[in-house]
């Protein structure tokens, strides 16, 4: 899945990537990078998976939970 389609899901369950960050203790940035691709984190992956109520691999194919 595309970055602008990660966060377009985020914005129809009216969630920003600040909003993970905050939950889970780590940066906006952090959050950024994973939806964009140049980061790699398993708990910022899974919950913004939960959040968009999509498996990881499919959101990130290849990438497990």
């Keep these: 899945m595309k970055s602008n389609e990660i966060r377009g899901h ?9 909003d993970v960050a905050r939950k889970i203790g780590v940066s906006d940035a952090a959050v950024s990078q994973v939806i964009s691709g140049t980061a790699v984190s ?4 899974a919950e913004i998976a939960r959040v968009i109520g999509k498996p990881v691999s499919e959101i990130w194919p290849g990438r497990a939970a």
């Design 10 to 18: 985020m914005l129809l369950k009216n969630v920003r990537s600040s």
């Design 42 to 45: 398993a708990r910022i992956s």
